[in-house]
T-cell receptor, first 116, second 109 residues
Framework: NAGVTQTPKFRILKIGQSMTLQCAQD?????MYWYRQDPGMGLKLIYY???????DKGEVPNGYNVSRSTTEDFPLRLELAAPSQTSVYFC???????????????FGPGTRLTVL | GENVEQHPSTLSVQEGDSAVIKCTYS??????FPWYKQELGKRPQLIID?????GEKKDQRIAVTLNKTAKHFSLHITETQPEDSAVYFC????????FGTGTKLQVIP
């Protein structure tokens, strides 16, 4: 299993440009998440999904959009990039089993994004 | 919503000493408490977790304790080694996962 994969690894954007960060998992996990991590800081939840077709906002959703058309893929869209979106973006997935039993999150390798 | 506080933010210990990191949470419905280790430039990885029906769990040099009444849980690392140097995050899960702000652990050889 590849686990959680993310592309690209690095990207530089100009202010106002748009891009999509790709995330895929091959573990058949129902839950998927997008986090951003600013230098020296913790993980902030942007969006999450509990299954295909269902997404919900985290604590910092402004400036981002997501979709979940399949179990495997959870792309994050940045519209009109701003310098404040310079960060490392981590995608993660986990399996919530019946009865509401959480399990560990598996993280992708991250995408380092710089907006100039 | 859930609020997770983590202390200390930085911790320096001599090699061989023990390290303790503490977290508190606010939502009594949280039932899963993982700890992640993040080395510089790498992704977070699970090192140990505990569920709400267990009070303590140990895995070699790492242990976690949970006090549901007080709503706090702690990570204990014994016989610390230089490779334990990293940032450690606690988290509490119910309908969503909420992470603590992280503790930067430095083990001095």
């Amino acid at each position: 299993n590849a686990g959680v994969t993310q592309t690209p690894k690095f990207r530089i954007l100009k202010i106002g440009q748009s891009m999509t960060l790709q995330c895929a998992q091959d573990m058949n996990h129902n839950y998927m998440y997008w986090y951003r991590q600013d230098p020296g800081m913790g993980l902030k939840l942007i969006y999450y999904s509990v299954g295909a077709g269902i997404t919900d906002k985290g604590e910092v959703p402004n400036g981002y959009n997501v979709s979940r058309s399949t179990t495997e893929d959870f792309p994050l869209r940045l519209e009109l990039a701003a310098p404040s979106q310079t960060s490392v973006y981590f995608c993660a997935s986990s399996l919530l089993t019946s009865g509401g039993i959480y399990n560990e999150q598996f993280f992708g390798p991250g995408t380092r994004l710089t907006v100039l | 919503g859930e609020n997770v506080e983590q202390h200390p933010s930085t911790l320096s210990v001599q090699e061989g000493d023990s390290a303790v990191i503490k977290c508190t949470y606010s939502d009594s419905a949280s039932n899963y408490f993982p700890w992640y280790k993040q080395e510089l430039g790498k992704r977070p990885q699970l090192i140990i977790d505990i569920r709400s029906n267990v009070g303590e769990k140990k895995d070699q040099r790492i242990a976690v304790t949970l006090n549901k009444t007080a709503k706090h849980f702690s990570l204990h690392i014994t016989e610390t080694q230089p490779e334990d140097s990293a940032v450690y995050f606690c988290a509490a899960s119910y309908q969503k996962v909420t992470f603590g702000t992280g503790t930067k652990l430095q083990v001095i050889p």
